[in-house]
């Protein structure tokens, strides 16, 4: 459709992709589910929860995607369509390249952790796995990602697009702290606390438009991968004040450390890029923390 319709064929792309994801999920659904018969007020007192942390998580995404407008509208007035482009290159590649890590957390996680979330220890134990299993994960997934990141950007891109590479390479770093904050923050949704949720969300948006415009106008795409580290850095100090304060939950021994590990190998690996270039870079931190991260997963 885009090659044959070209910019006239996006819509038509969108309506067939979720018109033929609705068809198979129909056609595959589990058919064997007894009916059971519902009157009108049981279906509102056994629904209405749902549909209040339903809401709740409506107002989270609307005030996400808020901030993020009213940061491409700065950069738009300001710097330009260029710096708008450029901007939301680099953001597709740091969350969308790593994403199958969040897919895997949203489907398979959550679902897990809302059957134990009734009892302390037992959520324990699923949040600090979740999260040292996403850590181990993401460690030899962000050091190709970084030293790749020239070779992504010219495949997916453009040459033009190289200025994001600081932001991309940066970035990158903050994916550990992205999938420990949103491991705890589920914990909030799992509990069915939306007022919470909201809130979290909402001082998440205020952090990220107070972090990357000052950081932009500073340094530049440095600065806006330095600004995205920091977000979900204070992101993850934040659920993790409502994990433990609100829920009087903690962690497994360890898991704080294995998070800063992530960071830090993320970081080591975005020096020596600079010092001795990436494809030297590669092996040297690939080999012996794809072994390790192997060995853990066994």
């Not at 994960?137 to 190289?162: D, K, N, T």
């Amino acid at each position: 459709l885009l090659y044959f319709l070209r910019i006239d064929g996006i819509v038509p792309t969108l309506l067939v992709y979720y018109g033929v994801t609705c068809l198979f999920t129909i056609l595959f659904r589990v058919k064997d589910i007894p009916k059971v018969p519902i009157n009108l007020h049981d279906a509102w007192h056994e629904g209405s929860g749902m549909m209040r942390l339903g809401a709740y998580m409506t107002m989270s995404n609307t005030v996400t995607l808020l901030a993020s407008n009213i940061l491409v509208i700065y950069l738009n007035r300001r710097y330009g369509e260029d710096a708008v482009g450029l901007y939301q290159s680099g953001f597709t590649l740091v969350n969308t390249y790593v994403g199958i890590i969040f897919t895997a957390i949203v489907m398979e996680y959550y679902p897990r952790l809302s059957t134990v979330i009734g009892g302390r220890l037992r959520t324990e134990v699923v949040v600090s796995h979740e999260i040292k299993l996403a850590v181990w994960v993401l460690m030899p997934v962000a050091i190709v990602f970084i030293c790749c990141s020239r070779l992504i950007v010219g495949i997916l891109y453009s040459q033009e697009f190289y200025a994001v590479l600081p932001y991309v390479a940066i970035g990158a770093c903050g994916v550990f702290f992205r999938a420990a904050s949103w491991c705890v923050a589920y914990t909030i949704l799992a509990k069915g606390d939306g007022r919470i949720y909201v809130c979290t969300e909402a001082a998440s948006a205020i952090a990220y438009l107070a972090l990357h415009i000052p950081l932009y106008n500073a340094f530049g795409f440095t600065g806006l991968g330095i600004a995205y580290v920091a977000w979900y850095a204070v992101y993850f100090l934040s659920v993790c004040a409502v994990y433990r304060f609100r829920y009087k939950l903690g962690f497994r021994p360890g898991i704080i450390t294995h998070t800063l590990c992530g960071f830090a190998c993320a970081a080591a690996t975005v020096a020596l890029s600079g010092i001795i270039g990436a494809w030297l870079t590669l092996p040297l931190m690939l080999i012996p923390v794809g072994l390790i991260a192997l060995r853990r997963f066994r």
